[in-house]
């Protein structure tokens, strides 16, 4: 397993911009598929974006598609992402994930967050209308 510290959360206006990073340790960091996921107060944790750990190939829920980006940066074992056009309903929690990639597993593996094996802490994002 990786340890996962998420920054870059805070308050922003609706129709602004943040951009998210979780850091993780270990020398293995390029092996592991990466998710963000999103938890709002008395709701489910649910899956905002993955990319996969050796084509990089993304994948995004629908809410956010056109909006959101995730990247990552395997020489600094870390995994952006880059939110704008912000909207109050995107205020919550952001939780960095990380799993141990296999290439044959299909994009809705991703989107799964008991699938994943290694959690940050969290970062909270509160959008203002």
């Known amino acids: 397993q990786v340890q996962l510290v998420e920054s870059g959360g805070g308050l922003v206006q609706a129709g602004g911009s943040l951009r998210l990073s979780c850091a993780a340790s270990?020398?293995?960091?390029?092996?592991?598929?990466m998710g963000w996921f999103h938890q709002a107060p008395g709701n489910e944790r649910e899956f905002v974006a993955a990319i996969k750990s050796t084509t990089s190939n993304t994948y995004y829920a629908d809410s956010v598609k056109g909006r959101f980006t995730i990247s990552r940066d395997n020489a600094k074992n870390t995994v952006y992402l880059q939110m704008n056009s912000l909207k109050v309903e995107d205020t919550g929690v952001y939780y960095c994930?990380?799993?141990?990639?296999?290439?044959?597993?299909?994009?809705?593996?991703?989107?799964?967050?008991?699938?994943?094996?290694?959690w940050g802490q969290g970062t909270q994002v509160t959008v203002s209308s």
């Open positions: 270990g020398r293995t960091f390029s092996n592991y598929a």
């Open positions: 994930a990380a799993k141990w990639d296999e290439w044959y597993r299909r994009s809705s593996y991703y989107s799964g967050w008991r699938n994943y094996d290694s």
